[in-house]
């Protein structure tokens, strides 16, 4: 293309396949992980596991520190996956 018309250039892919795979591997992760806390805080996860008062943590009911765990547990997800992104120099 750039033969064609001088003065382009030709956009070069700097990602190595291997980047690509472990992209796709993390996208696939966060996925995966997305519709484990989506089934965990909806049904059927909530009524199995979450739907009780008791026990009591940190003073909070168990139905509440169930959604608000999940919610801990996706920051933390969401942490580690922009710290696992390959970083561009430039």
């Not at 796709?24 to 989506?38: D, I, K, Q, T």
């Amino acid at each position: 293309m750039a033969r064609d018309r001088p003065g382009l250039v030709d956009s070069v892919d700097l990602r190595s396949s291997n980047t690509v795979k472990t992209g796709r591997l993390r996208h696939g992760l966060l996925a995966a992980y997305v519709l484990v806390c989506l089934a965990a805080v909806t049904w059927p996860g909530y009524p199995l596991f979450g739907a009780r008062i008791y026990p009591m943590v940190l003073g909070l009911p168990w139905s509440l520190a169930w959604v608000v765990g999940w919610i801990l547990l996706t920051f933390f997800a969401v942490m580690l996956y922009e710290w696992t992104r390959p970083r561009q120099d430039g």
